[in-house]
C-alpha cells in the first residue's frame, strides 16, 4: 500500500468520527439505560431487599440432560480454594455415606480426554462454575425457554 493510499483511509476514518460520537450520546441517553432498575439513571432509589437462596433440598427438575443441576441447598461460608473443598466433604465419593449427599457423578472423574482419574478431575474442582443455588425472586425479564419435551410434542 503507497502512501496517498493510507492517507486516504485515515482522511475517511476521521470522518467517521462525529458519527462515532453522536451515536455514543445517543445511547448514552439516560432514559433508554433505566429499563432494567424502573427508574431513571440518574436517581439514587432504595435498594431492594436481597432475595432469600431456597434451601428446600429438594431436587429440582433438569431442563436438558446435560444440565449442570441447581444447589438445593444454602452454601454460606462454604469455602472452595486450593487448600479445601467444603463441597467434596459432602459430595466426594468416599463421604456420601455419612453425609446422604448424592455422589458428583463419573464425569467429574473424567479428565479432557474421556478417561477416568482416581479422584475429582481439576476441571471439576471449582464447583461453583457450574452449580448455583437459586433464590425466590420474580425474574427481572421474561424467560421464554422451552423445554426439549414440548418442543418434540408441539405440532408442526
Ligand atoms: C453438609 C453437606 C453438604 C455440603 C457441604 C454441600 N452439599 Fe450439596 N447436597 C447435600 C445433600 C444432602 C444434598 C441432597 C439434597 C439436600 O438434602 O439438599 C445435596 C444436593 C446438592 C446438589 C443437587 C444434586 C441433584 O441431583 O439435584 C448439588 C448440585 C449440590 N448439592 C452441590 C453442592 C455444591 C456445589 C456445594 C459446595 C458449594 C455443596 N453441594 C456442598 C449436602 C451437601
Ligand atoms: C464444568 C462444570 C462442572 C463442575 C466444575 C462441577 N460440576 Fe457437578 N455436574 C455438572 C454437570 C454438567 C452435571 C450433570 C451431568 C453429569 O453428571 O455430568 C453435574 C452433576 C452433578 C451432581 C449430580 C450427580 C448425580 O448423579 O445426580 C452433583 C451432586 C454434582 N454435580 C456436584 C458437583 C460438585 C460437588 C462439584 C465440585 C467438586 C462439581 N459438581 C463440579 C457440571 C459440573
Known amino acids: 500500500m503507497n502512501i496517498?493510499?493510507?492517507?486516504?483511509?485515515?482522511?475517511r476514518s476521521l470522518l467517521l468520527l462525529p458519527v462515532v460520537a453522536v451515536t455514543a450520546l445517543?445511547?448514552?441517553?439516560?432514559?433508554?439505560?433505566?429499563?432494567?432498575?424502573?427508574s431513571d439513571i440518574a436517581v439514587?432509589?432504595?435498594?431492594?431487599?436481597?432475595?432469600?437462596?431456597?434451601?428446600?433440598?429438594?431436587?429440582?427438575?433438569?431442563n436438558y440432560p446435560m444440565q449442570p443441576p441447581t444447589i438445593p441447598h444454602?452454601?454460606?461460608?462454604?469455602?472452595?480454594?486450593?487448600?479445601?473443598?467444603?463441597?467434596l466433604?459432602?459430595?466426594?465419593?468416599?463421604?456420601?455415606?455419612?453425609?446422604?449427599?448424592?455422589?458428583v457423578s463419573v464425569t467429574h472423574f473424567m479428565n479432557r480426554d474421556g478417561n477416568f482419574l482416581a479422584q475429582v478431575s481439576p476441571r471439576r474442582y471449582f464447583c461453583n462454575q457450574c452449580h448455583v443455588t437459586?433464590?425466590?425472586?420474580?425474574?427481572?425479564?421474561?424467560?421464554?425457554?422451552?423445554?426439549?419435551?414440548?418442543l418434540l410434542t408441539k405440532p408442526e
Open 74 to 87: 444454602k452454601i454460606d461460608n462454604y469455602t472452595v480454594n486450593l487448600n479445601a473443598n467444603k463441597c
Open 134 to 150: 437459586q433464590v425466590d425472586a420474580k425474574p427481572l425479564v421474561d424467560n421464554d425457554f422451552q423445554d426439549v419435551d414440548s
Open 44 to 62: 439514587d432509589t432504595e435498594p431492594q431487599r436481597m432475595p432469600e437462596v431456597e434451601n428446600k433440598d429438594v431436587k429440582r427438575t433438569r
Open 89 to 103: 466433604s459432602c459430595h466426594d465419593r468416599t463421604l456420601t455415606e455419612q453425609s446422604q449427599a448424592p455422589m
Open 4 to 11: 496517498s493510499a493510507v492517507r486516504k483511509i485515515l482522511l
Open 26 to 38: 445517543w445511547a448514552a441517553n439516560p432514559d433508554e439505560l433505566a429499563t432494567l432498575r424502573k
